[in-house]
């Protein structure tokens, strides 16, 4: 009976420890599992960057992230913004292109949409070309158009003082703007946050995502004769082409600003958007857009 017993419990014994060294093995193997579905956090070279869950607006990445800097040419979202912010907007509207645009390209060495004086373009069209070759001139049409004034200087006062009133609106404590287009007079700022909630807010607007979006357009305007031209436009974004799921929104360069980029994509149901600032080249930015967007998907 006794050597019945023991043998009963050294039966218990051995069933013990391979049920613990089982434990043992089985948690090492979730421990492991766990650590390998956290990727490492991604280094980057622009100086500032933030991602988003567009959905929740949980972050998902972030570095320098409220650190105020130039933008460059990515201000134009909040000038798209604005735009299609107005009361009873007509996107079919015409605009008559100034020698004053095409001056103000000249003068500031500036990107441009080649728009031509004379020319009658659309309200829609300016959109495209705004954000596609990312046009100054466009930029200064829009302005033109939608700002309050009997000048025209007076009109882009009143337009850049909508732009600020817009972040002010969306609760940015870390965002100035003194231009329509990013070629500021020293106080046009914001911060990757800043700006990936402006690109976020913007891409509610049916309009604008249809825009930024696009890879190239052709676009038939006007001519002051009375006959029509074709623009053709491509997009500045060249993640659009090169990165699964993008759908958008800007790129952003100057001489302060250095190379930016606000980017948003959609996998599986998750819409990740975010920004990167200060980057040393348009081949850095892009590749730092792609470590951190890789990255955010997995989280």
């Given at each position: 009976?006794?050597?019945?017993?023991?043998g009963i419990n050294r039966v218990s014994a051995t069933a013990t420890v391979a049920l613990t060294a089982g434990a043992v093995i089985a948690g090492s193997v979730f421990a492991s599992t766990a650590q390998a579905a956290t990727p490492p956090t991604p280094t980057i070279t622009a100086k500032g960057g933030?991602?988003?869950?567009?959905?929740?607006?949980?972050?998902?990445?972030?570095?320098?992230?409220?650190?105020?800097?130039?933008?460059?040419?990515?201000?134009?979202?909040?000038?798209?913004?604005?735009?299609?912010?107005?009361?009873?907007?007509?996107?079919?509207?015409?605009?008559?292109?100034?020698?004053?645009?095409?001056?103000?390209?000249?003068?500031?060495?500036?990107?441009?949409?080649?728009?031509?004086?004379?020319?009658?373009?659309?309200?829609?069209?300016?959109?495209?070309?705004?954000?596609?070759?990312?046009?100054?001139?466009?930029?200064?049409?829009?302005?033109?158009?939608?700002?309050?004034?009997?000048?025209?200087?007076?009109?882009?006062?009143?337009?850049?003082?909508?732009?600020?009133?817009?972040?002010?609106?969306?609760?940015?404590?870390?965002?100035?703007?003194?231009?329509?287009?990013?070629?500021?007079?020293?106080?046009?700022?914001?911060?990757?946050?800043?700006?990936?909630?402006?690109?976020?807010?913007?891409?509610?607007?049916?309009?604008?995502?249809?825009?930024?979006?696009?890879?190239?357009?052709?676009?038939?305007?006007?001519?002051?004769?009375?006959?029509?031209?074709?623009?053709?436009?491509?997009?500045?974004?060249?993640?659009?082409?090169?990165?699964?799921?993008?759908?958008?929104?800007?790129?952003?360069?100057?001489?302060?600003?250095?190379?930016?980029?606000?980017?948003?994509?959609?996998?599986?149901?998750?819409?990740?958007?975010?920004?990167?600032?200060?980057?040393?080249?348009?081949?850095?930015?892009?590749?730092?857009?792609?470590?951190?967007?890789?990255?955010?998907?997995?989280?």
């Amino acid at each position: 009976m006794k050597i019945g017993i023991k043998g009963i419990n050294r039966v218990s014994a051995t069933a013990t420890v391979a049920l613990t060294a089982g434990a043992v093995i089985a948690g090492s193997v979730f421990a492991s599992t766990a650590q390998a579905a956290t990727p490492p956090t991604p280094t980057i070279t622009a100086k500032g960057g933030f991602v988003m869950n567009n959905g929740t607006a949980k972050t998902l990445f972030s570095k320098a992230a409220d650190t105020r800097r130039s933008t460059g040419s990515t201000t134009k979202i909040m000038t798209a913004k604005v735009v299609l912010e107005q009361k009873n907007l007509n996107l079919d509207s015409k605009v008559t292109i100034q020698k004053a645009y095409s001056d103000y390209i000249v003068s500031k060495g500036a990107s441009s949409a080649h728009l031509i004086v004379g020319d009658k373009v659309t309200v829609r069209q300016l959109l495209y070309g705004l954000m596609l070759p990312s046009g100054c001139d466009a930029a200064y049409a829009l302005a033109d158009k939608y700002g309050s004034g009997t000048t025209r200087a007076a009109r882009v006062k009143s337009f850049v003082g909508k732009m600020n009133a817009s972040a002010k609106s969306l609760g940015l404590k870390n965002t100035h703007f003194d231009s329509f287009d990013g070629i500021g007079n020293g106080s046009n700022y914001s911060t990757p946050r800043d700006l990936t909630k402006i690109a976020s807010s913007a891409m509610k607007n049916s309009t604008f995502r249809t825009v930024v979006k696009t890879k190239s357009t052709k676009q038939k305007v006007t001519t002051k004769s009375g006959g029509y031209r074709y623009m053709s436009w491509s997009n500045t974004n060249t993640m659009l082409s090169s990165y699964s799921g993008a759908i958008g929104v800007k790129t952003g360069s100057g001489p302060t600003a250095k190379y930016c980029l606000v980017f948003a994509a959609t996998r599986n149901g998750k819409t990740v958007i975010g920004t990167v600032l200060s980057s040393t080249s348009a081949t850095t930015r892009t590749a730092d857009m792609k470590k951190i967007m890789d990255y955010s998907f997995k989280k």
